[in-house]
């Protein structure tokens, strides 16, 4: 007995999928190089990399390819992450979705508010680690700066770099949650029922505002 193949439509093209995955490689090798400075406990994680050394060399080069990749995304879909009258009504009921209603939430474009929210966000932490960063590159950047600026610059840059985290954590657990998410970012394509249930706005404008 042959199941009929649910209707699909094109959501990430072949270049988005692998910026996001380059992302998240660069994500959990600058994460974990840097965790491995963050307190003695966590100095194990530097043997990911091949040493104390290795990993101080790394870290940063990690953090600077992260960036970059992360740029070229905010280019291509600056445009799409900007709020709409849509996004108010769906922020007032985001708790909703994290609990696991996502039939009840309200209609969504192509990135619904809580998705815009952390692309924002992200913008800014990575502009926050690249300039925190070089000030305390050693043996290149530090120099130029006094130690005040250096300290101040070192706070910062955790700051940042945990609240990426926490964004990142928030990300995962809801691609993980609403079911389909990940197939999209792997293949390309969602079913047009989980656009018509999660981005529903988005659905419309494909099919032409149908």
Excluded at 63 to 76: A, D, K, Q
Excluded at 81 to 95: M, P, S, T, V, Y
Excluded at 108 to 136: D, I, S
Excluded at 154 to 168: C, E, G, K, P, R
């Amino acid at each position: 007995m042959s199941t009929k193949k649910p209707a699909m439509m094109a959501r990430y093209n072949a270049s988005d999928r692998m910026n996001h995955w380059a992302q998240a490689i660069l994500f959990f090798a600058a994460g974990l190089s840097g965790l491995a400075f963050f307190h003695p406990s966590l100095f194990f994680l530097s043997n990911l990399f091949g040493g104390g050394p290795w990993t101080r060399i790394l870290h940063p080069f990690f953090g600077v390819l992260m960036v970059l990749v992360f740029t070229v995304f905010f280019v291509r879909h600056r445009g799409e992450n900007r709020a709409i009258a849509a996004d108010a009504e769906w922020r007032k009921n985001g708790l909703r979705l994290m609990l696991g209603d996502s039939k009840n939430m309200p209609p969504a474009g192509k990135f619904n508010a809580g998705q815009k929210a952390m692309f924002w966000v992200m913008a800014a932490c990575a502009a926050v680690l690249l300039l925190t960063g070089l000030v305390f590159w050693r043996p290149w950047f530090a120099p130029y700066f006094p130690i005040l600026v250096i300290r101040i610059a070192t706070l910062l840059h955790a700051v940042a770099a945990a609240l990426l985290v926490i964004v990142m954590i928030g990300h995962i657990y809801m691609a993980i949650w609403t079911k389909g998410s990940i197939g999209g970012m792997v293949r390309g394509e969602v079913s047009e029922a989980w656009a018509r249930q999660n981005h529903v706005l988005w659905y419309r404008e494909m099919k032409g505002g149908k």
